[in-house]
């Protein structure tokens, strides 16, 4: 949150980073400068004949040794910002030699009352302290106490000059000039605490920069340990449960001879069934972290989706069985081809033909099929006669570690990776997932490959 803070001065109120920023600006703009001794030297001009000359020339030559004692303030803070000077001291010194500025044009008002000068010589003086004014709102209004230090005696000069001086036209010259006056003390203040705002938030999102450069680089080393993490921890679980399930199949099948009591034969299926399928919940969150850490990668080759899809019915066809569900799988005479990754996409139908039985009652059934769309695209789609989900558990679905309608079908195996897995593959494809499913009737998930990856043989595009 931003304080309010006065930016004519109080090096209290500011922090150092944005006091330096506005002493920078200070410094940066040498307008004021340069036209000072510009401006005074027509003025001069105006005035020659009318006015002393060793005035004339003494006020000139003062404008362009303060013009000169500025410009070398500016190369000393150029050349020594790392001393021992405060921000505060820089603008104290500016705020001297811009006085001094001031102080010179002044001293036209002594002109203006004790010479009688024309008119037009009158309104140039006039003219040029408001343009001088105008200029410093540009250039000084960093400081606001150096604005000040420059416009008030510069403009107060000639108005106190013209009211004396008694006529008519220089006191209305002297009523617009004391208006002009504080209106650019005004617009002045406005200027400096806007200017003041701009380099605070610029120091603000400097600093928010550089803190969300570290939290990124904290973030990409974190994602570098958990990648590294889970690569660790899949291999020192998969060894001993292969190892497990191993040894589990070979007291099944009594290899080395006959066990004794046959309970312990179905112990050993059991303790393999459930090696493999803890086995396969450390593949899921293994690929699901690779997946969310952009470590996935196509290895592409042309397939025949017909012939996937019978392979992985045969995969899934023990499953099927054991839970009662009637697999199919509806394809063409001939071949259907596509270019992709062969294990993603198998691994696509097996995840979704997997929660397609899990989710179907006995006696249910289960298809998988795949055909080409009028547009080119290929489609592959799992349809089950399931319990189905409604539209918001349709969109939960596809939410990681996310399992929709324990309560309507008991207890299911898995971590609720298997549709977020096919989806992030799909999409490595340039495809999509779609989900179309309603409560008690079944679902239907479709995966859509672009045209792009539809081949009309095994090796023609």
Known sequence: MLSKTDPSGGSGALDKNVQDARI????????????????????????????????????????????????????????????LLTPADWENRMVVLVGM???????????????????????????????????AIFSLTASFKAFCAYALPTALGPII?????????????????LIYLVIAVIWGRQTARALE????????????????????????????????????????????????????????AEIWGQIG??????????????????????QDILEFSRNDTAELSLSEDRLDLNRLLTSCATMLGKSAQEAGVDLTVETNAEALWVLGDPT????????????????????GGVTLRADRTEGGETRVQVADTGIGMSPEEAKRALEPYTQIMRDRSGVHKGLGL????????????????????????????????????????????
């Not at 400068?33 to 510009?38: H, K, V």
């Not at 013009?67 to 910002?81: E, M, Q, T």
């Not at 459930?274 to 396969?280: K, W």
């Open 344 to 363: 993603k996409i198998r691994q696509i139908v097996i995840n979704l033909g997997a929660n397609a039985l899990q989710f179907t009652p006995r006696g």
């Open 197 to 252: 705002t701009g380099l605070r938030l610029r120091q603000e999102n400097t600093a928010l920069h550089v803190d969300l450069q570290a939290a990124h680089a904290r973030l990409v080393e974190a994602e570098r340990f958990r990648s590294d993490s889970f690569a660790n921890i899949g291999h020192e679980l998969r060894t001993p449960l292969n190892a497990i399930i191993g040894f589990a199949q070979s007291i099944d």
């Open 24 to 83: 920078d600006q200070l410094y940066v703009r040498p307008y004021t400068a340069l036209t000072n001794p510009a401006v005074a030297g027509l003025l001069v001009y105006l005035a020659w004949g009318a006015l002393p000359e060793s005035a004339l020339l003494g006020w000139l030559a003062a404008m362009c040794l303060v013009s000169v004692l500025r410009f070398g303030l500016r190369k000393v803070r150029k050349a020594s910002r790392n001393t």
């Open 161 to 177: 000059g013209l009211t004396v001086s008694g006529g008519e036209p220089q006191a209305a010259l002297a009523g617009m000039g």
């Open 261 to 282: 009591d046959r309970r312990y034969k179905n112990y050993a299926s059991l303790i393999a069934e459930s090696g493999r399928h803890l086995l396969n919940l450390i």
């Open 101 to 135: 500025n001031g102080v010179l044009w002044g001293l036209t008002g002594l002109a203006i009352a004790g010479y009688p000068l024309a008119v037009e010589v009158e309104g140039a003086l006039a003219i040029a302290a408001c343009g001088m004014i105008a200029g």
């Open 418 to 461: 298997g549709l977020t897995l096919s989806k992030r593959m799909a999409e490595l494809h340039g495809g999509f997932l779609d989900i179309a499913s309603e409560v008690g009737k079944g679902t239907l998930v479709t995966v859509v490959l672009p045209a792009s990856r539809s081949l009309v043989g095994p090796g023609e595009v």
